[in-house]
């Protein structure tokens, strides 16, 4: 069992710049790829990006690739989101998410999930 908390969200003006954390606990957090996802209001959940194991390999979106940048700290059982040059289209609740298979981008496919954290740019 791992359980993930999610923290860092807010409001912030298009152009700027927030960084959410998610704080794991339970087994060992370096066994398991994390996922940030996001979900805005009548839209799927969709993948933002993704971290293997040891932090070597990540995926993005395209819509992010450029702007966000994923990270993780074993050490401290986090994995961090780094969201630069914000747009409007960026507003959801972002959640991460853990699993032990790698690569994967697939929302069904992760079998842990923080509660989210909302995360809205304004124009």
């Known amino acids: 069992q791992v359980q993930l908390v999610e923290s860092g969200g807010g409001l912030v003006q298009a152009g700027g710049s927030l960084r959410l954390s998610c704080a794991a606990s339970?087994?060992?957090?370096?066994?398991?790829?994390m996922g940030w996802f996001r979900q805005a209001p009548g839209k799927e959940r969709e993948i933002v990006a993704a971290?293997?194991?040891?932090?070597?390999?990540?995926v993005y979106a395209d819509s992010v690739k450029g702007r966000f940048t994923i990270s993780r700290d074993n050490a401290k059982n986090t994995v961090y989101l780094q969201m630069n040059k914000l747009k409007p289209e960026d507003t959801a609740v972002y959640y991460c998410?853990?699993?032990?298979?790698?690569?994967?981008?697939?929302?069904?496919?992760?079998?842990?999930w923080g509660q989210g954290t909302q995360v809205t740019v304004s124009s």
């Open positions: 998410a853990a699993d032990l298979s790698w690569p994967t981008t697939n929302y069904h496919a992760y079998e842990y």
């Open positions: 339970g087994r060992t957090f370096s066994s398991y790829a």
């Open positions: 971290v293997s194991w040891s932090g070597g390999s990540t």
